[in-house]
């Protein structure tokens, strides 16, 4: 039997978007799966250092929870996981605290920078 259009739900749901900033081409890429949030940003059209973003909740412990980040491919540096918190922790914050993978290939980490990327990926909300 087949199922009318409108009812198919896609398994996986992407959003993409693309922006110049500060002369530089930079896109994003949001994919929602069933357990993690993926969040690509490129400015090299490649992948770049790959991100673990965990929500860590403390029981009884009404805040927010706080953030682990972990580098799971590429160069660990400190400004990775700064940006890392920066771009992506509101993402975890509205999926209900699902955690966050982000592939981060970023010419440019200025905070003006880090600020207009932050709002790409919320024209991609998938989550």
Do not use: R
Request: charged residues 15%.
């Amino acid at each position: 039997m087949n199922t009318p259009a409108a009812e198919v739900k896609p398994v996986v749901v992407s959003k993409q978007a693309e922006q110049v900033i500060n002369g530089v081409v930079t896109q994003v890429v949001c994919t929602a799966f069933t357990n993690h949030i993926l969040v690509l940003v490129t400015q090299y059209g490649k992948m770049g250092t790959l991100v673990s973003v965990t929500p860590n909740m403390v029981t009884g412990d009404l805040a927010k929870p706080t953030l682990t980040t972990k580098v799971l491919l590429g160069c660990d540096e400190p400004i990775i996981h700064v940006c890392a918190k920066n771009l992506v922790s509101f993402v975890s914050q509205e999926s209900k605290n699902k955690p966050v993978l982000l592939a981060l290939a970023l010419k440019d980490k200025n905070v003006d920078s880090i600020k207009t990327v932050k709002e790409v990926i919320k024209s991609c909300q998938v989550w």
